[in-house]
C-alpha cells in the first residue's frame, strides 16, 4: 500500500517507527531491536536482519525499515516501510510485503495499527481499516470520492435492498470479506435507500445492485457508458455459494494485482532512489570500517551478534582464546608431531626421554630421570608452541597477543556477516531485476498480440460494414426497406456475460448445441481477477458460440471435417473465430515435458478412464502472463459433442 498522511502535528516518522517497534516485540515476532542509525542488525537465532535508514535533506526526512525473514519452508519473507515526510508537500507511507516463493501474503498487523494510528487517505478518500457506512446523509461526498480522479486505488462496494436480508448483519458480513483489503483499497457498504440514492446519480451502467460487490477502479466517468465495463462485480449468488476464506483472497487478490500494476503515490521513485544510495553506502561501510574490537573486552568463551557492527558502541565479537580454536581458526586440523630436541643429549639418551616422556609422571621418577622427563616435555611444549607461533604469524605468545588474535577474528567474523547481508541483498536485486525482465518481456508480447487483434478485428468490421452496406442495398432494391432500413431487433444481439463467474451461469446454454463445460470453475473464476475490461470473458462467450455452430454445421451436412477446417472455410451465416486465435494443437517439445497439464475431465462415454488430453485451444487475450486459455476436445464422431476442459491462465510451454 501506498497512502498520503493527513498532517496532524504529530511527526509521521515518530508515529511510524513507534508501530513498527510495537509490532516487533509482540509475539510471534519478539524482537526489540534499534531504530536510532543506519545499519543493519541481525537475530542469526531466528535467521532475519533488519535494516534501518534515515535521510535528511533540503527537500525533507525519509525512513525506511525492511525485515529480511528466512523460513525453512516459506522462503524468505520481507518486509519493507518507507515513510517521507517533505517539505513541500503532505507525508507518505509505502508498505510492501513480499515472499520469495510467491506465496499469498495476509495483510500485516503493521498495516491495520498504522491505518488506525495515522489519517491516510487515498485522493479525497480517508483509509481506515473498516468499512464505511454510505447513507442518503453522507452519499454525495461518497460520490465526490468514488469519482475522484486522484484516487489510485480501488473502491469496493457493496449494495443492499430492503428485502430479506438484515443490513447489519450483511455490513459485518462485508466488513469480513474485506479484511485482505485493507490499505490496498477502500470498502463501502450502502444501506438500502443509499443504494437507490446512487444508482439514480450513476445511472444503471455504474449502479451497485442490491447484495453484490462491485470494484471500482479509478477515473471512474458515469457519463460514458462503456466504462462501465470496467468496474466488475460479485453476484449474490458467488457471495453465497463461496466459503468466506474464499471471497476473502478472492478480494485480496484483485487489490494486491491493481496495486502490483499501479504507479507508487508521487515522489516514491525519488525517495526510493535515494535510499537505495544510501543503503549501498551502509552496505560498503559495513564492510570496509568494521571497527576491530578492543582487546581489553574481550573477554574468553563469550559470543555475541554481529548486528549493526559498524554502528558506534556496537559490541565487538570475542571467541575463545584457546590454543585449539586459535590452531582451528588458522586452518590447522591437529596439532603436528614436535621434533626432538636434541641439544646437550645423545641420541640414544634423547630418543629415550621423548619416548617415554608423554606416558610417564615425573613425580614418580629418581631426580635425574625426572629432570630428563622435564625437559623432554618443555621441548614437546616448545615445539607445539612454534607450531602456533608459525600459523597465526606471531612474533610471541603472550596473553596479550592472544587476546589481539582474538579480536582480529571477531574483525573477520564481523566483515564475513556483512558480506553476507551484502550478499542477500545483491540476490534480492537480482530477482527483482529477472522479474522485472519477464514482466517487460510479457507486456510487449501481450502489446504486439493486442496490436494483431486490433489489425484483426479492424478488418472483420471493415468488411462487415462494407456487406450491411451490400445487403441494405439490395433490400432496397427489392424494396424491402422495413428490413434495410429498420430498427434491428435487440434478440439479434449476442449478450455477452459480464464476467466469468457469469459465464460459469450461462454456459450451461450451450448444452443443448452440444458443448459441455467439464473443467475445474475455480480455474475459470480466478481470470476475473485480470480481464478487468472483459475482453477475455466475450473472446470465450464467442468461442462457445463458435463450437455450437460447428456442431449445428456438421449436423446439417455443411460441414464434413474437423474444427480446423470448418474455422478455415465456415459456412455462411455460421459463427467462426479469427485463425490468429485459435491454435489447432501444441508441439511436440510441450506436449513432451507438459502434456500432463494439458490432459482434463471428460465424461466417461468420451473416454473410459474420465481424462483426456486436449490440444486444440482458443486464445482468449493477451493479458501480461495470464493471457488466459480455454482448451476443448471434438468428440463430434463418438458422441456428437465438444468438451471444454479448461479456461484458466496460460499453460506451461516451451515459451513460458
Not at 646437550?344 to 622427563?373: G, I
Request: proline letters at 5%; one cysteine or more.
Amino acid at each position: 500500500m501506498s497512502l498520503a498522511v493527513e498532517p496532524d502535528g504529530r511527526d509521521v516518522i515518530d508515529e511510524a517507527v513507534a508501530q513498527v517497534a510495537s509490532w516487533l516485540r509482540h509475539r510471534p515476532k519478539a524482537w526489540d531491536p534499534r531504530f536510532d542509525g543506519n545499519g543493519f542488525q541481525t537475530d542469526r537465532e531466528n535467521s532475519r536482519d533488519l535494516l534501518t535508514l534515515h535521510h535528511e535533506s533540503k527537500t525533507g526526512r525519509e525512513f525506511r525499515f525492511r525485515l529480511t525473514e528466512e523460513t525453512r519452508t516459506q522462503g524468505v519473507w520481507r518486509t519493507q516501510l518507507t515513510v517521507s515526510v517533505p517539505r513541500a508537500g503532505d507525508p507518505w507511507l509505502a508498505l510492501q510485503v513480499a515472499n520469495s516463493h510467491g506465496r499469498w501474503a495476509a495483510v500485516p498487523r503493521l498495516a491495520t495499527n498504522l491505518l488506525d494510528t495515522l489519517r491516510t487517505r487515498d485522493g479525497l478518500s480517508s483509509v481506515t481499516s473498516k468499512p464505511l457506512i454510505v447513507s442518503p446523509g453522507n452519499a454525495e461526498d461518497f460520490l465526490e470520492r468514488l469519482t475522484d480522479p486522484e484516487r489510485r486505488g480501488l473502491y469496493f462496494v457493496a449494495g443492499s435492498d430492503k428485502a430479506g436480508i438484515d443490513f447489519r448483519a450483511f455490513a459485518a458480513q462485508v466488513g469480513r470479506w474485506v479484511t485482505q483489503v485493507r490499505g490496498l483499497g477502500q470498502m463501502a457498504v450502502l444501506t438500502p435507500e443509499a443504494t437507490a440514492y446512487v444508482a439514480e446519480a450513476l445511472g444503471p451502467s455504474h449502479s451497485i445492485a442490491p447484495w453484490t460487490i462491485r470494484t471500482f477502479h479509478g477515473d471512474v466517468d458515469p457519463a460514458v457508458r462503456s466504462d462501465g465495463f470496467r468496474h466488475k462485480w460479485l453476484t449474490t449468488d458467488r457471495l453465497v455459494r463461496e466459503r468466506d476464506d474464499v471471497i476473502q483472497q478472492l478480494l485480496g487478490r484483485i487489490a494486491r494485482r491493481h496495486a502490483s500494476l499501479t504507479p507508487r503515490i508521487e515522489g516514491y521513485a525519488a525517495v526510493d532512489r535515494v535510499l537505495r544510495r544510501l543503503e549501498d553506502q551502509t552496505l560498503v561501510e559495513s564492510i570496509t570500517s568494521v571497527p576491530l574490537a578492543d582487546p581489553a573486552h574481550v573477554k574468553p568463551h563469550q559470543t555475541t551478534s554481529t548486528a549493526d557492527a559498524g554502528a558506534a558502541g556496537a559490541e565487538p565479537i570475542v571467541t575463545p582464546d584457546t590454543v585449539e580454536y586459535l590452531l582451528e581458526q588458522a586452518g590447522a586440523t591437529s596439532v603436528p608431531e614436535p621434533p626432538i630436541d636434541v641439544r646437550d643429549r645423545s641420541d640414544e639418551d634423547s630418543r629415550a626421554v621423548v619416548d617415554r616422556a608423554p606416558e610417564t609422571d615425573p613425580t614418580d621418577l629418581a631426580p635425574r630421570e625426572r629432570q630428563a622427563a622435564l625437559q623432554a616435555q618443555l621441548a614437546q611444549a616448545r615445539a607445539v608452541l612454534d607450531v602456533v607461533r608459525t600459523s597465526l604469524g606471531l612474533d610471541d605468545l603472550t596473553p596479550e597477543s592472544l587476546t589481539a588474535l582474538a579480536a582480529r577474528a571477531a574483525h573477520v567474523d564481523a566483515v564475513q556477516a556483512n558480506v553476507s547481508v551484502f550478499q542477500s541483498q545483491l540476490a534480492e536485486r537480482d530477482s527483482r531485476e529477472s522479474e522485472l525482465e519477464a514482466r517487460v518481456s510479457a507486456l510487449q508480447a501481450a502489446y504486439d498480440n493486442t496490436q494483431l487483434d486490433a489489425r484483426v478485428a479492424g478488418d472483420a468490421a471493415s468488411q462487415l460494414r462494407d456487406e450491411n452496406a451490400y445487403l441494405k442495398r439490395r433490400l432496397a432494391e427489392l424494396k424491402d426497406f422495413e428490413a434495410a432500413y429498420g430498427a434491428i431487433p435487440n434478440e439479434a444481439y449476442t449478450v455477452y456475460p459480464d464476467s466469468f463467474a457469469d459465464l460459469l451461469e450461462r454456459c450451461g446454454e450451450f448444452e443443448q448445441a452440444g458443448v459441455l463445460f467439464t473443467g475445474n470453475e475455480n480455474e475459470v473464476l480466478v481470470l476475473d481477477e485480470h480481464d478487468t475490461l472483459g475482453n477475455a470473458v466475450h473472446a470465450a462467450w464467442d468461442g462457445y458460440l463458435a463450437l455450437a455452430d460447428y456442431l449445428r454445421a456438421r449436423s446439417s451436412g455443411l460441414c464434413s471435417t474437423g474444427v480446423r477446417e470448418y474455422f478455415r472455410e465456415t459456412p455462411n451465416g455460421y459463427r467462426s473465430m479469427p485463425t490468429n486465435k485459435f491454435g489447432g494443437k501444441e508441439t511436440k517439445a510441450t506436449m513432451e515435458r507438459w502434456g500432463d497439464l494439458r490432459e482434463f475431465p471428460v465424461p466417461i462415454e468420451a473416454d473410459a478412464s474420465g481424462h483426456a488430453v486436449m490440444e486444440a485451444h482458443f486464445k482468449l487475450a493477451p493479458i501480461g502472463m495470464v493471457s488466459p486459455r480455454m482448451y476443448f476436445l471434438d468428440c463430434y464422431a463418438t458422441t456428437g459433442k465438444v468438451y471444454v476442459g479448461y479456461i484458466g491462465a496460460h499453460l506451461t510451454n516451451t515459451m513460458s
